[in-house]
C-alpha cells in the first residue's frame, strides 16, 4: 500500500524560509507527477507545484521565484523549498502522487506565515 508522509510545516516570520520534504513507501511502479498542493479554510486545494516523471516541473504563479520544488529519486521523496514566505503563504501543505492508476495524497502539513 503506497503511502505518503510529509513534514517540514511550521511557523515562520514573513521573508523566511522553510522545507516540506514527503517521503514514499510502498510499491511504485510507475508516476506520472509527485506535487505540492495548498488549501486554505473555505477554498479549494491548489496546485502549487509537481514535478513529472520526466523532470518537467510547473509552478504556480503566485510562487515563481520563491519556491523550488525537487526529487530524490533513490529515497522515492520530493521536496519544496519556501523562500519569501509571505502571510498568504499561509494554509495546509498536502503532498500528491499521480498515477495512471489513482492519485494519492498525504495527511497534509500546516505552513503558518505571521510576525
Known amino acids: 500500500q503506497v503511502q505518503l508522509a510529509e513534514s517540514g510545516g511550521g511557523l515562520v516570520q514573513p521573508g523566511g524560509s522553510l522545507r516540506l520534504s514527503c517521503a514514499t513507501s510502498g510499491s511504485i511502479f510507475e508516476f506520472v507527477y509527485m506535487g505540492w498542493y495548498r488549501q486554505t479554510p473555505g477554498k479549494q486545494r491548489g496546485l502549487v507545484a509537481r514535478i513529472f516523471s520526466g523532470g518537467t516541473i510547473n509552478y504556480a504563479d503566485s510562487v515563481k521565484g520563491r519556491f523550488t520544488i525537487s526529487r530524490d529519486n533513490a529515497k522515492n521523496t520530493i521536496h519544496l523549498q519556501m523562500n519569501s514566505l509571505k502571510p498568504e503563504d499561509t494554509a495546509v501543505y498536502y503532498c500528491?502522487?499521480?498515477?495512471?492508476?489513482?492519485?494519492?495524497w498525504g495527511q497534509g502539513t500546516q505552513v503558518t506565515v505571521s510576525s
Open positions: 500528491k502522487l499521480y498515477t495512471p492508476g489513482r492519485d494519492y
